[in-house]
């Protein structure tokens, strides 16, 4: 009979093993995006879903079983982080074992075809060259909430894949004060205070430069480029072979300014959060992030509390206007800051400002529910995007492009992950708030440009642990108490009341809508 301890080191080599593989998996999906001929397409989804198939059969092996079922009826004699890794495998072990390695091959392949379907789409702005293989995705989704199982709604299935334990019920209190709240804050605002002008960052910066000053950014925050590095993608995003190899991608656009910095910084932060884990528990669930929420919370506090702040700024203003001495000759910081952090809807969510940002995600978590439960059709999904647009941000969407195509992720079939951009937005506010409280001269250290009093303390209290706790129980270990919407609202009241010099008594009155 093995030893306990032999047990365990079986079950992290086997771990590891499937980890191996999910990495390669991940680096080509990387590269489908950033490098891969469009050629290559048919043959790398078939590679992908060879791939997909060998980790889904390592992760639902008897073998694997054997040892969590041997190795959770003796946790008590292991240390606090093993015992913890073994329940967390367990859980997983019993949702993957629901799922037939047929259905994550067809899965598997319907995503390489959709994502290269959109990309098509998008450049034709044609939402119809995409819809079949989006009906595929979701029909293929819709059967896998049937494998897992549900209580209440098919949705909580997949919500569950990326924020464990959210549900349709609290996510509808959630956005409900969303649409409540929010809706409000912004018609005060724009009712009662006078807009800057921020057509200076329409003006021409140079994609090489442009490029350049991204790189100072990151490496400002503390990402390490000789354990990451940065490439250009259609859609911004942040994929992580190990806490050694993080790669982000990035967006440029000659007229526009912020897409580039916005896509840094929130990009950034995602990838800070993956360098800082654990790599002694790699391919084991301590070495893994708490959750998309989580995940989010740290790309949103470093885009939105650092990256929109005047510190920031001040910190890198002037770096900046050497870069664009034409573009931003005639502007003054007070300007920059003002004009980066004006309220409008727009059509884009990745550029919208922090408070028509939620009602951006509002409308996804909607028509994900919707497409989920049967009650929105794909062949429906652009009119009804654009019906929601116009209802809620008096928006007219001109094209599928920035429209029902601008988001990479049902094309990754990656259903219930928006929430967690909400959710990670309020998580950000509350941990900002504590790290304040923490550190009296953080927003001093980062008019310095100093970030690494703010890194260390999310190293500390949030990404050395993993998965250890779930969002909730994280956020009271740091904060004291659960997630609490105030923190947000109040925020942002207190930041666009100075923006906008608007009384904090105006920005807190009830409006009828």
Excluded at 172 to 184: A, K, M, P, Q, T
Excluded at 209 to 215: L, R, T
Excluded at 219 to 240: N, W, Y
């Amino acid at each position: 009979m093995s030893t306990l301890r032999t047990k365990y080191e079986l079950y992290v080599t086997h771990m590891r093993k499937i980890q191996d593989v999910n990495s390669s998996i991940a680096l080509m999906h990387w590269d489908n995006e950033v490098n891969a001929p469009i050629k290559g397409v048919k043959l790398r989804g078939q590679q992908i879903a060879t791939l997909s198939a060998v980790a889904h059969d390592w992760s639902t092996s008897s073998e694997l079983e054997q040892l969590l079922t041997s190795l959770y009826s003796q946790r008590h004699a292991l240390s606090e982080n093993e015992a913890r890794n073994i329940e967390l495998s367990l859980e997983r072990f019993n949702t993957e074992k629901k799922l037939p390695t047929k259905f994550i091959k067809l899965f598997s392949a319907a995503q390489t075809n959709a994502f290269h379907s959109w990309l098509k789409a998008r450049k034709a702005k044609d939402y119809s060259i995409f819809k079949n293989d989006l009906k595929i995705i979701v029909d293929l989704l819709k059967h896998k909430t049937d494998l897992i199982g549900y209580k209440n709604h098919p949705y909580d299935a997949l919500l569950n894949e990326f924020e464990k334990g959210a549900t349709v019920k609290q996510l509808d209190v959630l956005f409900g004060n969303i649409r409540n709240e929010l809706v409000v804050l912004a018609k005060n605002i724009m009712d009662n205070g006078n807009p800057s002008d921020k057509e200076f960052l329409k003006r021409h910066f140079d994609k090489k430069k442009q490029w350049d000053f991204g790189i100072e950014l990151l490496k400002q925050m503390g990402f390490d480029f000789e354990a990451g590095r940065q490439d250009i993608s259609e859609h911004p995003f942040t994929t992580a072979f190990s806490s050694r190899d993080v790669r982000v991608t990035t967006r440029i656009e000659e007229g526009n300014l912020l897409e580039l910095i916005g896509g840094c910084v929130h990009e950034g932060g995602h990838a800070l959060y993956e360098m800082g884990l654990e790599s002694e528990y790699y391919g084991l669930p301590l070495g893994m992030a708490t959750s998309l929420g989580i995940h989010e919370s740290q790309s949103r506090l470093w885009e939105n509390h650092v990256g929109l702040s005047l510190s920031y700024w001040k910190a890198n203003f002037e770096s900046m206007k050497k870069l664009f001495p034409v573009a931003l000759g005639d502007v003054t910081l007070i300007q920059f800051y003002k004009a980066i952090n004006q309220l409008a809807p727009n059509c884009l969510r990745t550029v919208a400002d922090e408070i028509h940002y939620h009602l951006h995600v509002l409308i996804r978590y909607e028509i994900e529910k919707g497409l989920i439960d049967g009650s929105i059709e794909v062949e429906s999904l652009e009119e009804i995007w654009n019906q929601k647009y116009k209802d809620l941000l008096g928006i007219v969407v001109p094209h599928s492009t920035y429209g029902v195509l601008q988001d990479v992720h049902w094309a990754e079939g990656l259903f219930g992950y928006f929430p967690t951009y909400s959710l990670g937005s309020l998580y950000a506010a509350q941990f900002f708030a504590k790290a304040s409280e923490d550190l009296p001269d953080l927003q001093e250290q980062i008019s310095q440009g100093n970030m690494k009093g703010l890194l260390e303390w999310l190293r500390t209290n949030i990404h050395q642990y993993g998965k250890k706790y779930d969002s909730e129980e994280l956020c009271k270990r740091i904060t004291g108490e659960g997630l609490n919407f105030k923190y947000f609202i109040d925020y942002a009241k207190e930041k666009y009341s100075h923006i906008y010099n608007i009384p904090l008594d105006v920005l807190n009155k009830e409006i009828e809508i």
